[in-house]
């Protein structure tokens, strides 16, 4: 083959080689680690190229009926302190080892089909009821008077709006998602969130993502879980953050089933 020749291949190839490396680091996905090596590393904790999120996060069977759930925040952590500290981080202190409980339910998705009698039918997947455990749980962290409502959207169920007092309103939406099912007992879920925080002068964005690693244990469910915030890029510390977590939440959820509902195992 002649030396121009081989040359011009070479470059070829260290080009597709390049762009398909960037194509991998760009693309959702393309995660670094297995979801299940992020929590040996905690407090240590980077942010992952998810996928974008596509309909709803779809659950393993064993987690439909509806349970009581007991959250227990059990560690901390403000990596960029004292520089960036989110607000609420310090107050959020006083929340350790304090179980909060609650009831939430997963129940199979239901697609509306469309015509003169439109009919609800099952999918077959397992998801969160999403109004009801996000009203249910804000209720028990912040008291029912502050939480009036919780909506989805309809059509996009990865939209919630949480309507609070005083007029004051939180918007999430899932941006992006991935799951890991490493064994037939084992659910991990990695979901992003764009947050819009409205009732003050200032609309107060964020990013925030939470892993949570699900392990059935026959008569109970027990997670651990990891909430991240990152700054958005309207706020005037974000260059400064550099992509970091400037908040670190570690929980650990014990899910015990309520037999009188009739779904669970």
């Not at 194509?23 to 959702?28: A, I, N, P, T, Y």
């Not at 939209?159 to 490493?182: H, I, K, M």
Request: charged residues 20%.
């Amino acid at each position: 083959m002649p030396r121009p020749l081989r040359i011009l291949i070479r470059r070829r190839l260290s080009w597709l080689l390049l762009l398909l490396t960037v194509w991998l680091l760009c693309s959702g996905e393309a995660v670094a680690l297995p979801l299940s090596d992020r929590f040996q590393d905690f407090p240590a904790w980077e942010k992952l190229p998810l996928p974008g999120a596509k309909g709803d996060l779809a659950y393993p069977d064993w987690m439909a009926g509806t349970w009581e759930l007991t959250s227990t925040l059990v560690d901390l952590a403000a990596p960029l302190a004292p520089d960036i500290v989110t607000p609420g981080f310090e107050s959020n202190q006083s929340m350790l080892d304090q179980p909060i409980t609650c009831v939430v339910r997963f129940v199979e998705a239901p697609t509306l089909l469309s015509g003169f009698f439109p009919r609800v039918l099952s999918q077959g997947d397992i998801v969160a009821d999403r109004a009801f455990n996000g009203l249910n749980m804000a209720q028990a962290y912040l008291g029912e008077a502050a939480v009036k409502a919780v909506k989805v959207d309809p059509n996009n169920p990865n939209r919630q709006l949480t309507l609070l007092d005083q007029g004051r309103q939180l918007e999430s939406t899932v941006t992006a998602r991935t799951t890991e099912a490493p064994q037939a007992d084992r659910f991990i879920t990695a979901e992003r969130f764009q947050q819009v925080f409205r009732g003050t002068a200032v609309p107060y964005l964020n990013e925030v993502e939470t892993t949570t690693d699900y392990w059935n244990l026959g008569d109970h469910i027990e997670a651990d879980q990891v909430t991240a915030v990152y700054l958005s890029p309207q706020d005037p510390d974000f260059l400064a953050a550099l992509g970091q977590p400037v908040a670190l939440y570690r929980y650990h959820l014990h899910l015990s089933p309520l037999i009188a509902d009739g779904a669970n195992p």
